[in-house]
């Protein structure tokens, strides 16, 4: 009996600790539309010599060249098969940042780096970039 009148009380504590309610949400979003929803473009876990597809790159860069935030995820293998995950994100600018987490490399420096491109352009499976800062590491493990 004690056992299930503890559980009432951790359960009735927890649901005090709630999210607001979604008419609290409405009332507290920002009322400029420079707010846009960000654009996904996908997770994808890629094989050997696996590409992104050509409709989530063309998501990709036709939402940066319209000036929507977005984002691509891939996990790509290296040779040896260790996961390699690059993240891209975007901005309204039309930057995007780009996150290379090559800590699962066996082989390699086992760091995340970031760097800022623009000028994304498609390519068969992958985006180029008209220009790109160095990488900078960012952690490591």
Known sequence: MKRVLYLAVVAVALSACGGPNASDVDAAAPADASSEELTDCGTFV???GEALTDNAVKCFVDAVQAGRPARLKQTSPTTEGDPIITEYEAGTDGRVEIVTDSRQDNFGQQIISRH????PTPRPGMIDFAHCSEPTPVGGG
């Open 116 to 119: 800022t491109c623009t000028g």
């Open 46 to 48: 890629l094989s050997q």
